[in-house]
């Protein structure tokens, strides 16, 4: 009875282990547009391939990034098996760009989750903050493993593409909510920071004593390259990597990559997503 009773737990174990590995991704899929559909890089030809993509990497949670409400709802449809957590940033319901997490809710229940911006003056309400272009939004998430329990949280953002002030106070902004909100609860934060390695406002969460790149903790990486392409299939030279994801040090980060894949000769969306494998623990 003992020997049954070990060997069970055993299991159980084991079965807990492999099911917080994890598969979690950022992903700017580019907003809808005319511009793009006359140049041959239309939403309706994009979302299609991109959500092949999604469901043959098996991911977990991923966040996005420039998504209209209408091109959540063609993802929704195209990925049986996942719910996504967000608001658009125009009005803080279903106007303009959304930075939606999405998540297998098989796999995952939503213990709470909202969204700030990422302002100055007002986080609870749409704005600008400092010098951005456009109000900006950063959405998170706790979310719950159905079977083993364990709690975990994702943070999801879009910095500005040209407020360099912004950029770098929504960087501390950042790091001190998730300071403020999270404890000691791991915690994963995904986003198009527009900003690369090399930048000040990249190392304001890198060397934040909280968080830590995944590109930099991973023992095997895949296509070095920049994560912004501009719709062309040859990408662009260097290596300045735009779209990030860090971690907490609860995470283990087995495998990091950037996934340059084409189709029929173009791009599913002129960034890569980038794709890590993480397990939780020592």
Request: with cysteine.
């Amino acid at each position: 009875m003992k020997k049954l009773l070990l060997a069970i737990l055993l299991l159980a174990s084991t079965q807990i282990f492999a099911q917080q590995n994890m598969n979690v991704a950022t992903y700017n899929l580019r907003y809808a547009n005319k511009g793009d559909s006359t140049a041959g890089n239309g939403w309706g030809s994009r979302y299609p391939v991109i959500a092949q993509l999604i469901r043959f990497n098996d991911l977990d949670v991923f966040g996005t990034q420039e998504v209209l409400h209408h091109q959540l709802l063609n993802l929704t449809d195209s990925l049986p098996g996942y719910k996504w957590i967000g608001i658009g940033r125009d009005d803080g319901k279903t106007k303009g760009e959304y930075s939606a997490i999405f998540y297998q809710s098989d796999k995952y229940t939503v213990v709470k989750s909202g969204t700030f911006w990422m302002s100055g003056t007002d986080t609870e309400h749409p704005n600008k903050g400092w010098d951005a272009q456009l109000p900006r939004i950063c959405t998170w998430a706790q979310l719950k493993d159905k079977k083993t329990g364990f709690t975990f949280n994702f943070f999801n953002l879009h910095m500005d593409h040209v407020g360099i002030e912004a950029r770098r106070e929504s960087s501390k902004l950042v790091v001190s909510k998730i300071k403020e909100m999270v404890g000691t609860i791991p915690t994963i934060l995904t986003g198009d920071f527009n900003i690369d390695q090399h930048n000040e406002s990249y190392a304001v969460v890198n060397d934040s004593g909280l968080l830590k790149d995944c590109f930099v903790l991973s023992p095997v990486k895949l296509a070095n390259s920049p994560t912004f392409n501009s719709f062309k299939v040859e990408g662009a030279k260097g290596d300045a990597r735009i779209d990030h994801i860090f971690v907490s040090k609860q995470f283990k980060v087995n495998r990091y990559g950037i996934l340059t894949h084409s189709f029929g000769g173009r791009v599913p969306s002129d960034h890569y997503p980038v794709v890590v494998n993480l397990s939780v623990g020592k």
